[in-house]
């Protein structure tokens, strides 16, 4: 599968942005699909996970109950809501893609599909 993000951009602590992730190939709905960010000088992190159904979403800490990730099968598309962003936010974020849901794998970042990354900047 092929992903392409987009939605980034520059906001002030405290706004909202939505990521989208478009994912070409077959068999969009049967992907784990998630995202991942990377901060200056600091290693990829994971954010978010969601398996086609709902019925698995996983996020780190840090974002949990500001962020929400979804997806919309018919489109091919996952999004990342996030809302309350703060700048410690601040980073390239990516979506991936795995054709399951192992926590471990997906907390190191140890997935199938990468897309481009798409800056986000908080200030302050």
């Known amino acids: 599968v092929q992903l392409q993000a987009s939605g980034g951009g520059l906001v002030q602590a405290g706004d909202s942005l939505r990521l989208s992730c478009a994912a070409s190939?077959?068999?969009?709905?049967?992907?784990?699909m998630g995202w991942f960010r990377q901060a200056p000088g600091r290693e990829r992190e994971f954010v978010a996970a969601?398996?086609?159904?709902?019925?698995?979403?996983d996020y780190s800490e840090s974002v949990k109950g500001r962020f929400t990730i979804s997806r919309d099968n018919a489109k091919n598309t996952v999004y990342l809501h996030m809302n309350s962003l703060k700048p410690e936010d601040t980073g390239v974020y990516y979506c991936?893609?795995?054709?399951?849901?192992?926590?471990?794998?997906?907390?190191?970042?140890?997935?199938?599909?990468w897309g481009n990354g798409t800056q986000v900047t908080v200030s302050s």
């Open positions: 190939g077959r068999s969009f709905g049967t992907y784990v």
């Open positions: 969601r398996d086609r159904s709902g019925g698995m979403t």
């Open positions: 991936a893609a795995d054709d399951a849901w192992i926590s471990n794998r997906w907390y190191y970042g140890d997935v199938a599909s």
